[in-house]
């Protein structure tokens, strides 16, 4: 790996991918997803890894989509459009790529767990969170809708009715409301945090890979099948709603720190 903004490491049968942004609470950048993107590919390829961990450096997983990036184009209808549509693109090649590794992914979890940060760790096949994280589908709070196949894998996991709450509520969890509703195998103690990761990544390195591998292709197949579909519909929906005077308020005010004042247009 070249780009400073990804570690990758690999250490008996597990490789480490780590977002390494801790200036940005590892906000998913497009510079942050070519990276990510590599290290995959890596741990995809090579038969020497049966096990990936997913975490983020400076004691934060996520805080979701890059703010900045977003901007670095002006408040200009059609160009932050543009620039959301390919974001949103972007990250959701990351959330194909989680499931269509056939091995298993450990998404270690603490400190801010937000947005497409959240979406992505829902994408992998287990989840450890640590006491101190927290979890939020924030793009209710700046006008937007959830990407990385949020509102897709939500409703696979826990169904309907809660989904909507979630989303259109937009308030944060902690790890044991995560527990609560089934979206984390376990919750530790940050202290505990590093060991209970390794200890599953260990166990499931010993396991038979090719079994492995089919049960998650099966469980693809069966509980994800449509996530393409929901992915591409993001996008579209994402892009329509980069061009109204809400998401206009709800980035202006977010950037301001003030409450938005919202307009239904």
């Known amino acids: 790996m070249t780009s400073s903004l990804i570690d990758y490491q690999t250490d008996n049968y597990i490789a480490t991918i780590t977002m390494n942004d801790p200036k940005t609470l590892n906000a998913f950048s497009t510079s942050l997803k070519n990276a990510m993107m590599e290290a995959l590919n890596q741990a995809d390829a090579d038969e020497q890894v049966h096990v990936i961990v997913l975490q983020g450096a400076g004691n934060h997983f996520s805080s979701g989509g890059h703010i900045g990036e977003m901007l670095e184009n002006g408040m200009e209808s059609e160009a932050l459009a543009d620039k959301i549509h390919f974001m949103v693109s972007e990250v959701a090649e990351i959330s194909l790529k989680l499931r269509n590794i056939h091995k298993p992914i450990i998404a270690k979890l603490e400190g801010a767990v937000a947005g497409a940060g959240m979406n992505l760790a829902l994408t992998c096949d287990f989840r450890i969170a640590a006491d101190n994280a927290k979890f939020v589908q924030a793009f209710v709070n700046i006008g937007l809708i959830p990407d990385a196949g949020g509102i897709y894998l939500l409703n696979q996991l826990i169904g309907a009715a809660k989904t909507t709450e979630l989303v259109m509520l937009g308030d944060k969890l902690t790890a ?4 609560r509703l089934n979206l984390v195998n376990e919750v530790v103690s940050s202290e505990d945090l590093d060991v209970s990761v390794h200890a599953l990544a260990t166990r499931l390195s010993n396991l038979p ?15 994800f099948m449509g996530l393409n579909e929901a992915l591409d519909m993001e996008v579209n929906q994402q892009t329509m709603m980069a061009q109204t005077e809400d998401f206009k308020e709800g980035i202006t005010a977010f950037m301001e720190k003030r409450k938005p004042i919202y307009v239904g247009k």
């Open 176 to 179: 044991e409301d995560m527990a």
């Open 209 to 223: 890979a090719k079994a492995l591998a089919s049960m998650k292709h099966m469980i693809n197949t069966h509980a």
